[in-house]
């Protein structure tokens, strides 16, 4: 194979990633903002040539002689597959996106895996990948390569400033006003987004920082004890519940319960897993936090603990908590240890409700509070969510290539899995039911985030919260009170308002009648 530099190497690798591992970013480019035509092919060419330029002078500056080979490797196996979800999801690669990633256990990735993802990895990593590897370099002593590396970057720079100059007016335009393009880029914005991640993950203060440690409950007057079940669902959106007026009869168990409020303007803190289930049960509001944040401090389950009249339990048919439930009791329901409930496919939601009974029955003492974290809508393998018995709507995508799909058969996936969430929930109350007469009982649902079922070409979640559509942050929620709980009137008065989780944390606090300096009242659903 022909020798060549270091730096010949770069660029002919920029130019692979630029014509076959930027599909999404283009597609983006034209059908968006720039449709080829006469007046646009200029600049659509000098798009291409400034990103080409762009990695090549990313790479370059970050080389050396022991670096350049391992580091294009790396990039072009990390780009075939960042390429393959774009074009496939129309998913962002961003810090939070990248959090999931790093959280994702084998079993949900497995959920991902089809064959196309298989020719992406193998045609854009692999082969090129060997090329690379096999190609010798000539680097010339550690001066010459100095001043080589050097000499290159000078040309890049000056070349991407002149072809800016040269369409200033262009350029102007498209970093001014169409920012969310830089989102599609490949590689550069999820190198940009692994920075952004490193740095607001691992830069933790050592000591958690304590909050409400005054906590106290302050006792009913009737002298019941309180039992509270929070269920964090999953990827369930608010206009496929039929509590919603959702055509479709989603909910065929819920709308019969008398106790239900359901929230019918109720968003999400983030777009994943990774970022709502902490922030729903943090201190913080959406807009103040971070994973960072969350993660220095206390949540709610911790207020609660501090108090010493609560006991607290976490059981878990998702793939973790995301460190919520990490100093409360916590068990693992996705295996068949613990999980009863489950078949050939999976463990199922309602596994998590055998033996809560005794749970509950072995603390007549003291209050309670249990948080179950369901499986849910998960995607994309929504035909897995229920058992056979809930198939209702047909046909229904049977893969996880959503791509092979037509849009009926995806939803009718989902909504099979939103009704077999209907049968858990409304088993969850008829559990609640039984301490009627005994406690002050209450369930709180709230989804985590929506999903994208193939609207405007997206499917899934993930997208950055302010270009995230509706489908991804209006979610379903709702409250369940006991017939002997006061607390349902107040919250009845507040089911069209705009809620959040921003809420949860202190109506959690409200609804346990829990007195802390860190409560907010103005945010508390139970309260007028």
Not at 163 to 172: A, L, P, Q
Not at 203 to 219: C, K, N, S, W, Y
Request: net charge negative; with cysteine.
């Amino acid at each position: 194979m022909k020798t060549m530099t270091p730096i010949r190497l770069i660029l002919y690798v920029s130019i692979f990633l630029v014509l076959f591992d930027n599909v999404s970013f283009f597609t983006n480019v034209i059908k968006a903002y720039y449709p080829i035509g006469a007046d646009n092919i200029l600049p659509l060419l000098s798009v291409v040539m400034m990103l080409t330029l762009f990695i090549a002078l990313l790479f370059t500056l970050v080389s050396s002689r022991y670096t350049t080979k391992p580091l294009l490797i790396g990039i072009l196996l990390i780009s075939s597959l960042a390429n393959y979800f774009m074009n496939t999801y129309q998913v962002v690669i961003d810090d939070s996106m990248i959090q999931n990633i790093v959280e994702t256990n084998l079993d949900e990735s497995m959920e991902l895996f089809d064959i196309r993802m298989l020719f992406y990895f193998l045609l854009l990593g692999i082969l090129p990948s060997y090329v690379v590897y096999k190609t010798p370099l000539i680097y010339g002593t550690w001066r010459s390569a100095l001043l080589q590396r050097l000499k290159a970057v000078l040309i890049l720079v000056v070349l991407i400033v002149l072809i800016f100059f040269s369409f200033s007016r262009f350029y102007t335009s498209f970093f001014r006003e169409h920012k969310p393009l830089r989102f599609y880029t490949n590689p550069t914005y999820y190198i940009y987004s692994l920075g952004k991640y490193i740095g607001n993950t691992f830069r933790i203060q050592e000591v958690l920082q304590p909050l409400g440690r005054d906590a106290t409950v302050m006792p009913n007057d009737n002298g019941r004890k309180k039992l509270l079940i929070i269920v964090v669902g999953e990827a369930a959106r608010a206009d496929r519940f039929a509590l919603n007026g959702y055509a479709r009869a989603t909910n065929p168990l819920l709308e019969k319960e008398e106790g239900i409020v359901n929230f019918t303007n109720l968003y999400s803190c983030g777009t994943s897993t990774g970022i709502s289930v902490p922030c729903m049960f943090s201190v913080y509001e959406k807009d103040d936090f971070s994973v960072k944040k969350g993660r220095a401090i206390e949540n709610v389950l911790d207020v609660l603990q501090h108090t010493g009249a609560v006991d607290l339990l976490w059981r878990d048919n998702n793939f973790n908590s995301k460190g919520v439930a990490d100093r409360i009791v916590y068990e693992d329901y996705k295996n068949a240890e613990n999980n009863t409930i489950c078949d050939s496919v999976e463990c199922r939601d309602e596994g998590m409700l055998v033996g809560l009974k005794g749970y509950i029955d072995e603390r007549p003492e003291k209050d309670v509070v249990i948080i179950l974290h369901q499986m849910g809508n998960h995607g994309p393998a929504y035909y897995k969510r229920y058992p056979k018995s809930f198939e209702i709507f047909t046909p229904v995508c049977q893969t996880n290539q959503l791509e092979a799909c037509t849009q009926e058969e995806i939803s009718n996936a989902y909504d099979n899995a939103m009704i077999y969430t209907d049968y858990f929930l409304s088993q969850t109350i008829a559990l609640l039911k039984q301490y009627d007469t005994q406690r002050d009982t209450s369930m709180i649902y709230m989804s985590d985030h929506g999903e994208s079922l193939g609207e405007n070409g997206l499917y899934l979640h993930g997208l950055p919260y302010f270009m995230a559509p509706d489908t991804q942050t209006h979610i379903a929620g709702f409250m369940w009170f006991g017939g002997m709980n006061p607390k349902k009137t107040h919250v009845l008065a507040r089911r069209n308002d705009a809620l959040s989780h921003d809420n949860l944390f202190h109506t959690i606090l409200g609804v346990m009648d829990v007195n802390t300096s860190v409560y907010d009242a103005s945010l508390d659903i139970t309260r007028p």
